[in-house]
């Protein structure tokens, strides 16, 4: 697997190319391909290391002087133009810039599926590559028929792909597979995303042999969507099993590039601690929570805006273990403290956040209750019954 010291290398020397390219401007085409390239190879090395904001402003950058370069030499440029929207568009949603996002991504599948259409050896790949990041976006937003077409579409690419290339394109395939089955999964469509993610498991299981750090991610992330699909039809032992598993990839994972899969990590054992509690084993539900919430906390120091949301969900979580062991007083505690979160959220963004803070000031009542705390005794619960009131009386349901 990959450390992050050889990453942090590379943006450092991306960075010092972009800067000696700059200092020596050129107006030739070669002078401006070369910035051009400096700037995606930052923007690339950015989004590595989880650095965002920086990698939308170099792929920004990257993407106007490939656009203006692809409109004097379309068949040398086009391609580098396609490539560098697709980072950028990747990178504006990871900054909420969504109506971006969506813009971008769907101007670079546009640009491969032509190219596709003149070299499908060359670029149906990309095109592939292209319709689920695009389709990724169109869910996010709620489009969800259209998301499992583009889904679908990546899929069929991926499978012929696979067929003559089986070393080249079988991860392809693999993590359109997971794409396919959360795509189907929010339809509701459960039977059909079962045998997605079955199929991809069990490819990416045998990739993952190979111990690379991608095909690890990938092959953690369709064990991920498994135990939620299996845990969502009920299936608690086999999403467990799912979930275990996907905790210890996450972990091998960690070892390596902690700043990188931390995240990922307590994603995963916050699944994990939920099916722990659903199946009453609370002994094995209280670390598993505890860890959890300490990794999110974590990322909330260095990532405050990635992980403000994770980190309530994982309070609120860890309220109801400490509650299930008659914990009145600490379960009231978390459970304070993520309604208090999420209230500062909602101020902000109060339709994204509105349904989680309902829930958590409900459950926060009921662990007054039992513990037989009265709820004025608690401002946090005043100050959040007061910002709800007017939802609730417009008839909020989320």
């Known amino acids: 697997m990959r450390e992050a010291a050889p990453l942090e290398a590379s943006f450092r020397e991306a960075q010092a190319e972009v800067a000696r390219l700059q200092a020596e401007p050129g107006e030739s085409r070669e002078a401006r391909a070369a910035l051009a390239a400096a700037q995606f190879a930052l923007g690339h090395a950015a989004a590595r290391l989880d650095r965002h ?35 950028l568009g990747t990178e504006c949603f990871q900054l909420a810039r969504v109506e971006d996002g969506l813009e971008t991504l769907e101007r670079a599948v546009s640009l491969w599926r032509a190219l596709a259409k003149e070299s499908p050896e060359t670029y149906l790949a990309a095109l592939a590559h292209g319709l689920n990041q695009f389709a990724s976006g169109l869910a996010g937003v709620g489009e969800v028929e259209t998301a499992l077409a583009a889904t679908q579409e990546a899929v069929a690419i991926r499978r012929k792909l696979a067929i003559k290339q089986p ?41 993952a042999m190979q111990e690379e750090e991608a095909l690890l991610a990938d092959f953690a992330a369709a ?9 969502h039809l009920g299936n608690l ?24 899969y931390s995240g990922a990590l307590a994603a995963a054992l916050a699944n994990l601690g939920i099916l722990y509690l ?121």
């Open 53 to 87: 904001a920086h990698a939308q402003q170099a792929s920004q950058a990257a993407a106007l002087l490939y656009n203006l370069l692809a409109d004097e030499y379309p068949a040398d440029y086009q391609p580098k133009l396609a490539e560098t929207l697709s980072l």
């Open 167 to 207: 070393d080249a394109h079988l991860a392809g395939l693999g993590r359109s597979l997971v794409n396919l089955g959360n795509r189907l999964s929010d339809l509701d469509r459960l039977k059909e995303a079962a045998a997605a993610l079955v199929e991809a498991v069990s490819l990416l299981r045998i990739l």
């Open 223 to 231: 064990l991920g969507s498994l135990a939620v699909l299996h845990h």
């Open 237 to 260: 032992e086999a999403a467990l099993l799912a979930n275990e598993e996907a905790v210890a990839v996450r972990r091998a994972l960690v070892e390596n590039r902690p700043e990188h």
């Open 278 to 398: 659903d199946l009453e084993r609370l002994d094995d539900a209280l670390p598993v929570m505890e860890e959890s919430v300490a990794l999110f906390r974590e990322g909330v120091q260095t990532r405050p805006d990635d992980f403000q949301n994770d980190l309530a969900a994982g309070l609120t979580n860890l309220g109801l273990v400490y509650g299930a062991q008659d914990r009145g007083e600490d379960a009231v505690r978390v459970t304070e403290e993520a309604l208090a979160l999420l209230l500062r959220l909602a101020k902000d963004w109060p339709e994204g956040t509105l349904r989680e803070l309902v829930d958590t000031f409900t459950i926060l009542e009921q662990h007054l209750k039992e513990a037989g705390i009265p709820y004025e005794q608690h401002p946090g619960y005043g100050a959040a019954a007061a910002f709800l009131d007017p939802y609730l009386d417009e008839g909020f349901t989320g």
